[in-house]
């Protein structure tokens, strides 16, 4: 069995109550996990995937099963630093996950996000069974390099992560190419693993590249383990991967068509 797990945080920290924010008629963490089941639905083995949400607060748990009545959800420590560490909590509590069973983490903040492209990358997981993997697409033509709120990724040619930041990157010495300036990739708040690697993972301490950036996964970078990333062009221009971590993310979801 592989699991997609979906850790919501009540008090987040840039916007608290974030998940519970009315997007449409309905909270903004019922939106993401909709997207989530749409994205079970068109990978090619849906019955290979448990979808659990990992919440932190029993506000979160009763507004989720009246949404969801079937779907498992575990009640997790108020007190985990991260969202990774609750879903290693939350598939750790189930006792079914063996050392090779593929977890995604997939951010409850993503309300918009593509179906298509997200069963596509579940579908990589199946095949390619990555120790440590994530998704990135094409920069968009709308968003702002030097905007922080906006992940950057450096993928080699061989499919693995060199870099991530919150700051435009690479800086260029010299003139830009012929072709242009060399743009990163997009990432997007999705991850996968293996139960052992995030096992791991949750056992060692943040690096000094993770707190200075903010990012959970240089954590992993600074341990010298390989990051694979799916890169994709972003043809599904009818969806965003974007987050929401402030009021004008918000307000962008709440308009978004």
């Known amino acids: 069995m592989s699991f997609i797990v979906v850790p919501l945080r009540l008090q987040s920290q840039r916007l608290p109550e974030k998940i519970l924010a009315d997007l449409g008629g309905k909270p903004l963490c019922v939106r993401s996990l909709e997207r989530v089941f749409a994205s079970v639905e068109l990978c090619n083995n849906p019955q290979d995937w448990q979808v659990l949400a990992a919440v932190d607060d029993q506000r979160t748990e009763t507004l989720l099963k009246k949404h969801f009545p079937k779907l498992t959800i575990v009640l997790t420590d108020p007190a985990l630093p991260s969202g990774t560490d609750r879903v290693h909590a939350a598939v750790s509590s189930l006792g079914l996950a063996k050392a090779d ?6 951010q409850g903040d993503m309300p918009h ?3 298509r492209h997200t069963a596509a990358f579940l579908d990589w997981c199946m095949a390619r069974k990555p120790a440590f993997g994530t998704l990135a697409h094409a920069w968009p033509r709308d968003q702002d390099l030097e905007d922080r709120a906006h992940v950057k990724a450096l993928v080699s040619h061989t499919g693995r992560a060199i ?15 012929s072709e242009g300036p060399l743009v990163p990739w997009y990432h997007v708040g999705i991850y996968a693993y293996n139960y052992a690697q995030l096992s791991e993972f949750c056992a060692w301490a943040p690096s000094a590249l993770e707190r200075f950036e903010g990012l959970e996964q240089l954590r992993a970078l600074d341990r010298g383990v390989a990051i694979n990333v799916m890169t994709f062009e972003n043809t599904d221009t009818a969806h965003s991967f974007r987050g929401v971590d402030t009021p004008a993310d918000l307000t962008w979801a709440a308009s978004y068509k």
Not at 101 to 106: D, P, Y
Not at 163 to 177: G, K, M, N, Q, T
Request: aromatic fraction near 16%; charged fraction near 10%.
């Open 163 to 177: 870099y991530f930041s919150r700051f435009a990157l690479p800086y260029s010495r010299v003139e830009a190419p």
């Open 101 to 106: 069973s593929i977890i995604v983490n997939v």
């Open 113 to 115: 996000m593509s179906a």
